[in-house]
């Protein structure tokens, strides 16, 4: 596949945007990534990058280049994924894109669990709102992703759903702790550290005030799930959360958990989903079925990880 490595030059190029980080990156010099770029735009009578002041930038040739690009370097994944599969081997990376939500807890577990059967498998994980996770499944940036949406998304073909309420989060000594379930009114009093308006627990939390007329009164707000964790602890406020993301019920804890009922809030979707279209390489498949029989169980109202040897 030594035809591959020139797209492979291509697409740093354009991720890094600069032809010097993206030479120290693939162990060339500068001048000789150059040459390699200019010699392929020569060979196919296009300008494929412009030269700017911010660095290197694809023009409109360059963008449908870097569309083939992407597509051929994902499809040689897959083919050498299947070609080891072949073999016996359970080898490769796996990229997944996740929301904040997953990402303490699931995720980990998750993955920790994958990796005991099938050691030779890395992962990269980036953490990201649904926007962004679908604009990276898109560009070939990941292979998965594991996002919580209030709406369907475009350029999403999803894979899993698992229903997810929200929930509030308040220091143990908390006032609302006396209730069982809440309504949203019942949280309006007091102060509350709240996620920014790029996640989906946020814009169910907006949707409610458009709906309602009923504010917030909003003490801090931050797009770290674990700031906002602990901000409940150290400064007595309230927070929001989803199910998948709350921390677990434990008579030690300092954090208690409280669902909002769902005539405020809505059961929206945590999803698992990849580009539609797009053939995974074999390892991405297995991992994507090891994710959805998590999902089956945590829908079925069992622990996920009750049984690691599955």
Not at 8 to 16: I, P, Q, S
Not at 108 to 132: K, S, T, W
Not at 165 to 175: C, D, F, G, N
Not at 210 to 221: D, L, N
Request: net charge neutral; with cysteine; glycine share 6%.
């Amino acid at each position: 596949m030594r035809h591959l490595r020139i797209l492979e030059l291509v697409d740093e190029v354009a991720r890094t945007g600069s032809i010097r980080r993206a030479a120290a990156r693939l162990n060339f010099t500068a001048s000789a990534l150059t040459r390699r770029i200019q010699d392929l735009e020569s060979e196919l009578g296009v300008v494929l990058f412009e030269r700017t002041s911010r660095g290197m930038r694809p023009t409109t040739a360059g963008d449908m280049f870097l569309a083939h690009t992407r597509e051929q370097l994902a499809e040689a994944e897959r083919l050498k994924s299947g070609l080891e599969d072949l073999q016996g081997l359970r080898r490769g990376k796996v990229r997944v894109a996740c929301s904040q939500a997953v990402a303490p807890e699931f995720m980990p577990r998750a993955i920790g669990v994958f990796r005991g059967l099938y050691p030779m498998v890395d992962f990269d994980v980036r953490v990201v709102d649904h926007e962004q996770a679908a604009t990276a499944l898109a560009s070939y940036d990941v292979d998965l992703a594991l996002v919580f949406s209030p709406d369907s998304l475009p350029g999403f073909e999803r894979l899993a759903l698992l229903e997810q309420r929200l929930v509030a989060l308040m220091p143990r000594e908390h006032v609302l702790c006396e209730k069982p379930e809440l309504r949203l009114r019942d949280c309006a009093g007091h102060s509350l550290a709240l996620p920014d308006r790029s996640t989906g627990g946020r814009q169910l939390l907006d949707a409610f005030s458009a709906r309602t007329g009923i504010t917030f009164e909003v003490a801090i707000e931050s797009n770290s799930f674990e700031f906002l964790r602990r901000s409940v602890v150290q400064s007595g406020l309230v927070s929001f959360q989803i199910d998948v993301g709350a921390p677990a019920a434990d008579a030690d804890s300092d954090i208690i958990v409280r669902k909002i009922d769902r005539r405020d809030a809505p059961p929206a979707n945590l999803v698992l989903g990849k580009l539609p279209g797009r053939n995974l390489p074999q390892i991405c498949l297995i991992f994507a079925e090891y994710v959805m029989d998590r999902m089956a169980l945590m829908r079925d109202g069992r622990a996920p990880f009750e049984n690691t040897a599955d």
